[in-house]
């Protein structure tokens, strides 16, 4: 298998471990609250690094200190757990918060490439680009909409 068909494989592996992380964190805000639903995944999430640290004593990528913006990656992984726990026990549900959260996140995307933001280089999106866009948002409504029965 070439890399790329590896790495294509291990970005839909991660959608689906993405859509069991929501689903338990929301199963956890509906037990307890929003901020027990993102505190207990990150608890888990920092145990689990410092074993993996442990274990496979990675060398460090660089000699080079992150930008600084580069820490914020916790704070909106916090707030992406919590306003994902409240949307998946919505009228949402599980497909809906993905379906929405994949539309946020590829509109964020193209104005990151567009600006080169954080350190990315510019990009200018592609019309097919914009073209997924559409179909995304189409099918996120398709499900939303009429995908109750």
Same mark, same amino acid.
């Given at each position: ?95 809906? +918060?993905?379906? *929405?959260? &994949? #539309?946020?996140?590829?509109?964020? !995307? $193209? =104005?990151?490439? %567009?600006? /080169? ?10 019309? +097919?680009?914009? *073209?997924? &866009? #559409?179909?995304?948002?189409?099918? !996120? $409504? =398709?499900?939303? %909409?009429? /995908?109750?029965?």
């Amino acid at each position: 298998m070439d890399s790329r068909a590896l790495h294509i494989l291990a970005a839909f592996g991660t959608g689906g471990l993405l859509s069991l992380m929501v689903l338990f964190n929301g199963t956890l805000a509906a037990y307890g609250s929003l901020l027990f639903a993102s505190w207990v995944p990150h608890a888990t999430g920092t145990i689990a690094a410092l074993v993996f640290l442990a274990i496979l004593r990675p060398k460090k990528a660089s000699g080079t200190a992150p930008p600084l913006w580069a820490y914020l990656g916790g704070l909106s992984g916090a707030l992406t757990v919590m306003l994902t726990s409240a949307t998946v026990n919505s009228a949402l549900a599980l497909s809906g +918060t993905i379906a *929405i959260g &994949l #539309a946020g996140q590829v509109v964020f !995307s $193209l =104005i990151v490439d %567009l600006r /080169g933001m954080f350190g990315m280089p510019k990009r200018m999106p592609a019309r +097919t680009d914009w *073209i997924a &866009l #559409a179909l995304i948002i189409a099918g !996120s $409504l =398709i499900l939303i %909409l009429f /995908g109750r029965g």
